[in-house]
């Protein structure tokens, strides 16, 4: 029977927003002004700005109409910036306006200025965000330029209103000129020659090649409508998978950044709206600062948003399949001039439901079958917080602290029972009804990021110190038939420090990026059962120190980047508190990237090489037999050495055409496999373990298509991938290398009146890669969303996953001495909406980027 139990109300927003009416005000801090010496001898005035703008550090906009044919001598002694560029104007009909980030120097037109504003809307009376504005001289010469907010509005600097025109472009839209008043109405029609089109461009480019790198617009796109990150990241070109859990097609699990700062919760995923993105960039070859483990990082780009005050988001998900699952969270952020004060919180209830049917034989001193049918309920409720503050001392300059508790809210409660029949030989010789109760309580969690940012000329320093610190209390109760079976209980602890420097420089035409990371990890699991296995006491220390070097130069249409990173990593694995040597190891490894890419019009092309390590997790490195049924053990393995890979990629694109083949060749490669426990004391034992495998090939292709047609915007990807991995050195005879194809259609539709459809399916035929079998498997999801308030803060989400519940996970596996079939099937058809709803413009500019992240991912 389904279940349908709607999740506890959330108490405590309300306290939240009271602590946060005690902040106190802050005056906004001065800013560094800096002073520098010039000597100018008969010098053009672009090439005098120039050389002022690289003297001052903030940047200089003008034109070369008009400018080019004054000279300037002139002697500037310990002045500032804005003094030097009136000491090179005097005399000259120009007139420079400072903004917060840049001066402009324009043409004088009149002695009377003007601040210039105004909203631009198209036909139908929507405000148009991202669209340019420019004022220009009666002459055409450009005098000012901005961009519109997502409301609509714009605001220019104070300039002179005699013959000065306002010219609005917007991809889609003919251009309008307008005389330049002090208030401005632009209205925007849409263009009649594109709408004939085929394709229609009258939007954003969905995707876009950006300095090498593959970049989805969000804003003004289809994909600024698919409700949270979470959801959005899904939909992204090379990018698999759902809920947290991504892929990018021959790069593995990316890391995800926002505005620079490391995704370590996916819970921010469900708080960031995707209408709050400007963009997401997918790096697919990302330079040696980011660690030696990362293949791919997605950077999201935030839309940047001005106000003082209060600030703040909330959402509401739920969703229902054979049990419900709910997700509340708040976001509040408090300015006043330049410092930021935050909250977040985050409660989640959380039902899992699986069935599964098995299938397993040992070869061993007899045959063994084993046929389960198995369902497995968890249920558990969690909090994540956030607090901090993060302050500004300049625009060159920024600090801030966050402190991040989380815990579970009670147990964590999970139940396994089904039924198993055991052969022998072909004889039935035992048929149990089993039954496991797993408890487990997560004590507080707790997080801190500490992190100065600051730039001296063009120099940049980023500094990040890191500490976490968790611990883990799990029970099991085992019984067969009605009878205990077996009883264990284990105790986790984790400390983490880490701290992260990096420090970024021109050199000659390019960019240098340098640094260090230093992480220590300390780790204690206490395992304790009942006769089953053994008692296990695991220590683990691990201490790693880590220099980097990146260097990216741009030559033309060309863009080289090369990479260097050092790991000195040295593990102490003590057992009962006795040092093991044998499994106490010192690794001392060179990790190189390097990448050439081309651009050309719409044409692009990358050529990249990467060296990768990934070290084993702790849960893999464990010595301790844990119990499932009375036929079924798992283990891990401390002799695990770190897996290296080394892998070629080459990129190619036009316009809406992106194309991608790789070659990955491992060492040492993870895997999980089967092996007879102990034939002759427990015989007809299934040992789940893990092992590594000498030499393993991964290689592939993948193209995705993204063109636009009036209101639909499919994204069409079709991959193909070879899996050659034999296991021969673990016992394992079975090898195949058949290819895999993967297929995935995604199609949006955007209607008028904030209306917006999405639905999207995934196909992945059979096929034997290795030593396993894989069964077709595949999935359609959609989306229906409304948007409401002029500005579109409140949205409302329908969705429904899975909806044919075809999606099963189905395959066959062989190990040592050992057969294995398995249908799985994790509650995936879901029906669910979500509600989400935004105030004020206000948005943390905290800049933490964190430090140590590959080690807290193997916690």
């Known amino acids: 029977m389904r279940q349908f139990n709607f999740t506890w109300t959330t108490i405590g927003w309300l306290l939240i927003g009271y602590g946060l009416s005690f902040i106190p005000s802050h005056a906004q801090a001065q800013a560094v002004i800096k002073k520098f010496s010039l000597e100018l001898k008969n010098e053009s005035l672009p090439e005098a700005l120039k ?15 008009g400018t080019e044919s004054y000279r300037v001598t002139a002697s500037i002694h310990e002045k500032t910036e804005c003094e030097a560029i009136d000491i090179v104007l005097k005399g000259k009909p120009f007139v420079s306006v400072e903004r917060e980030e840049y001066f402009v120097v324009q043409r004088k037109k009149s002695n009377k200025a003007i601040t210039v504003q105004g909203k631009v809307y198209d036909e139908k009376g929507t405000p148009l965000a991202f669209v340019n504005i420019l004022a220009l001289a009666a002459d055409s ?22 013959d000065c025109l306002l010219k609005a472009t917007y991809i889609g839209y003919c251009p309008q000129i307008i005389p330049c008043r002090q208030q401005n109405i632009l209205r925007l029609q849409p263009d009649t020659k594109l709408l004939k089109e085929i394709v229609v461009t009258a939007g954003r480019p969905l995707i876009e090649r950006k300095d090498g790198t593959l970049t989805a617009n969000i804003a003004g796109t289809p994909l600024s409508l698919m409700g949270s990150a979470s959801e959005m990241i899904s939909h992204l070109p090379f990018v698999t998978g759902t809920d947290g859990e991504y892929t990018v097609l021959g790069r593995g699990t990316p890391e995800i950044y926002i505005n620079g700062r490391k995704v370590r919760d996916n819970t921010e995923l469900n708080r960031l709206q995707a209408n709050e993105i400007l963009s997401a960039e997918i790096i697919t070859t ?11 990082v997605i950077r999201l780009h935030t839309i940047r948003k001005r106000g003082q005050g209060m600030s703040g988001s909330f959402y509401t998900d739920y969703s229902q399949g054979h049990v419900p699952i709910g997700n509340e969270g708040i976001s509040l952020n408090y300015r006043t001039g330049g410092l930021d004060i935050f909250v977040k919180g985050d409660f989640a209830e959380i039902n899992n439901h699986l069935t599964s049917i098995h299938s397993q034989d040992i070869y061993a001193s007899s045959d063994w079958n084993q046929s389960t049918e198995n369902k497995s309920k968890q249920t558990y409720r969690t909090f994540n917080g956030e607090l901090g503050f993060n302050y500004e001392i300049d625009e060159d300059q920024s600090f801030g602290m966050r402190y991040m508790p989380g815990t579970n809210i009670g147990n964590a409660h999970t139940t396994n029972e089904g039924t ?11 048929h149990l009804y089993a039954r496991q109760q797993t408890d487990a309580h997560t004590g507080w969690w707790q997080a801190a990021n500490g992190y100065y940012n600051a730039t001296f000329g063009k120099c940049n320093i980023d500094f990040n110190a890191d500490y976490l610190y968790g611990r883990d209390r799990i029970r099991q109760y085992a019984e067969n038939n009605g009878t205990e079976d077996a009883t264990s209980s284990n105790r986790v602890r984790n400390h983490l420090y880490a701290a992260k420097l990096l420090i970024t420089t021109p050199l000659w035409k390019g960019k240098l990026s340098f640094g260090t990371e230093e992480t220590f990890t300390n780790r204690h699991d206490i395992f304790l059962q ?16 880590s220099g980097f070097i990146d260097y990216n130069l741009p030559l033309g249409k060309f863009n080289i980047l090369a990479g260097l990173r050092y790991e000195f990593q040295q593990t102490d694995y003590y057992e009962k508190g ?9 690794y001392r490894d060179w990790i190189p ?31 301790a037999v844990t119990y499932q049924n009375k036929y079924s053990y798992r283990s891990g393995d401390p002799f695990l050495v770190p897996q290296i890979h080394r892998a070629t990629f080459f ?17 040492n490669m993870y895997t999980s496999y089967t092996r007879p426990y102990d034939d002759i004391n427990h015989p007809g034992v299934l040992l789940f373990g893990m092992a590594s495998i000498p030499h393993s090939n991964r290689y592939g292709s993948s193209i995705v298509l993204s063109p636009k047609f009036g209101i639909w915007q499919p994204q069409l990807t079709t991959g193909i991938n070879w899996f050659d991995s034999h296991g021969t050195s673990i016992g394992i005879t079975q090898h195949w290398n058949e290819p895999r194809f993967y297929f995935s259609l995604d199609n949006s539709f955007n209607f008028p009146k904030g209306w917006f459809f999405n639905i999207k399916g995934v196909l992945s035929p059979g096929a034997k890669q290795s030593y396993a079998i894989w069964k077709t498997e595949g999935r359609v999801d959609a989306q229906l969303t409304k948007s409401f308030l002029k500005d579109q803060s409140l949205k409302i989400s329908v969705t429904a996953k899975d909806i044919f519940h075809t999606g099963y996970r189905y395959f066959t596996i062989y190990g040592d001495r050992t057969f294995s079939s398995n249908r799985d099937y994790s509650d995936q058809q879901r029906f669910g909406i979500r509600l989400s709803y935004q105030f004020n413009a206000a948005k943390s500019k905290y800049k933490g980027t964190g430090a140590g992240e590959s080690e807290k991912s193997r916690l």
């Open 593 to 623: 990237v390097v990448s050439i890419r081309y651009t050309s019009g719409n044409w692009f092309f990358a050529l990249s090489h990467r060296t990768l390590k990934y070290s084993p997790s702790y849960d893999m490195l464990t010595s």
């Open 651 to 667: 990129d190619a694109g036009w316009k809406w055409i992106n194309f991608s083949i790789y070659y990955d060749h491992s060492w």
């Open 530 to 545: 009942s006769g089953f296995s053994a008692d296990a006491d695991d220590r683990i220390k691990q201490t790693m120190f």
């Open 578 to 586: 006795i040092h093991q040597d044998g499994q106490s190891p010192t």
């Open 141 to 162: 010469s450009f005098l000012a330029g901005s961009v519109t907010e997502e409301d609509g509005s714009f605001r220019l600097p104070a300039i002179a209103g005699e």
């Open 286 to 296: 990302p330079g040696v600062q980011y660690g030696s483990s990362v293949g791919a």
């Open 51 to 65: 050389q002022i703008e690289k003297k001052g550090g903030k940047s200089i906009l003008f034109t070369y109409n």
């Open 420 to 430: 198993t029949l055991i052969l022998q030989d072909g004889k039935e010789v035992d």
